[in-house]
């Protein structure tokens, strides 16, 4: 078992914050993932969290009552099956994420060219649907390999069966609930187009108005890449040692999704975006039970998303914004990342994201809720 002494969590997530945990392991290969996790499992009673790249975790300052395991696989590698025009990719769980977009640009791959720059491990991306800029990974995944904490089985699993959605999925442990399935990501399989080098048409609405681009220009995949990475920057959304903005859980809060009726009672200048209503099955009527009268199909209620940016600056909470006497503020390129400005503790951002929530809800009647998984801490 490759057990090694226990590093605080404040020095391996991207928030800087977190204690040591009792024990820990570092899983580099498949094997010693599985044999660690099948290892912790076996003891019920024993708290267990696996780590992949930190960027999307808020630990407590107390040390962890269990095992943290580190995943530390990586590689990725061309397998069968991809139809024409496609590349089938393989990717392992701990694959670091902006290395692998790079490497798919450089091959003339498209995907996931508009998530460059997003920090962490391949292995949570199927886990919470990661999008930036049009793109989700909905789009382009295949399958994932699982070891179910039930079963302590190894499974192939569909996408379709994951309940991808806006950031979230059944792997998904949101704050305040249990994940539908408890299971951890061993590698992830996607099908990214090969559309080479060459400028070519962007398709998708939604990435060519966050590039500001017309819809008949011309754009390569590597210039969306330098694009994002220049865009997210400037957000202070690219990991930098240097840069305190950068010390963060990158977007603390999701954007939320409210009826219709909500959002008509916010400002009209508050950004949002209707979701595509989930569409009826198809109905099949047996041609010796058909009358002549086809039912109409069931009305389903228009789902809007809010900017959650735009409600914190507009319930008063301008960019830097921090509580007195507190190390944790507000990024100042960026509302909706909370940033830890130099020895901050888990509590002090904790208690800032409790102070955005009251703030927001009181103004608007929204609640909302964070993004990162939160574990030792309350909101």
């Known amino acids: 078992m490759p057990e090694v002494?226990?590093?605080?969590?404040?020095?391996?997530?991207?928030?800087?914050?977190?204690?040591?945990?009792?024990?820990?392991?570092?899983?580099?290969t498949r094997d010693e993932l599985v044999a660690a996790l099948r290892d912790v499992w076996a003891d019920a009673a024993e708290p267990w969290l696996v780590l992949g790249g930190g960027s999307n975790l808020l630990a407590g300052d107390e040390p962890f009552p269990g095992t943290v395991i580190r995943i530390l696989t990586s590689g990725f590698e061309e397998v069968p099956g991809a139809r024409d025009g496609f590349a089938r990719i393989r990717i392992e769980a701990g694959q670091n994420w902006d290395e692998l977009v790079a490497w798919s640009v450089a091959q003339g791959l498209s995907g996931i060219e508009a998530m460059s720059g997003i920090p962490g491990t391949a292995g949570a991306a199927p886990i919470q649907n990661v999008g930036a800029y049009g793109q989700e990974i909905v789009q382009t995944l295949v399958e994932v390999d699982l070891l179910d904490e039930e079963t302590g089985d190894v499974s192939t699993v569909p996408a379709g069966e994951l309940g991808l959605g806006p950031r979230t999925s059944v792997l998904k442990h949101h704050y305040g609930s249990v994940a539908p399935r408890s299971a951890v990501v061993l590698s992830l399989t996607l099908d990214l187009a090969r559309v080479g080098h060459e400028p070519r048409p962007v398709a998708d609405a939604r990435l060519?108005?966050?590039?500001?681009?017309?819809?008949?220009?011309?754009?390569?995949?590597?210039?969306?890449?330098?694009?994002?990475?220049?865009?997210?920057?400037?957000?202070?959304?690219?990991?930098?040692?240097?840069?305190?903005?950068t010390h963060s859980a990158g977007s603390f809060f999701n954007n939320p999704i409210v009826t219709e009726a909500v959002a008509r009672t916010l400002p009209a200048e508050c950004p949002r975006w209707p979701l595509t209503p989930a569409m009826d099955a198809v109905s099949v009527i047996p041609l010796s039970q058909w009358d002549g009268y086809v039912p109409p199909p069931a009305q389903t209620e228009t789902r809007v998303k809010i900017s959650a940016a735009w409600l914190i600056e507009n319930a008063g909470l301008p960019k830097g914004f921090g509580l007195p006497r507190s190390r944790a503020t507000l990024s100042t390129k960026h509302t909706l990342a909370l940033t830890n400005r130099g020895g901050a503790t888990a509590e002090e951002v904790a208690a800032l994201a409790r102070f955005v929530q009251s703030r927001v809800a009181a103004e608007f009647g929204i609640v909302l809720m964070p993004e990162p998984v939160l574990v030792g801490v309350e909101l």
């Open 5 to 28: 002494a226990p590093i605080p969590l404040r020095d391996l997530t991207t928030l800087r914050v977190g204690g040591a945990p009792e024990r820990m392991i570092d899983a580099r």
């Open 208 to 245: 060519r108005s966050a590039l500001g681009l017309a819809p008949d220009a011309a754009v390569s995949v590597a210039w969306i890449r330098d694009t994002v990475l220049a865009i997210r920057a400037g957000k202070g959304m690219v990991l930098s040692e240097p840069d305190h903005d």
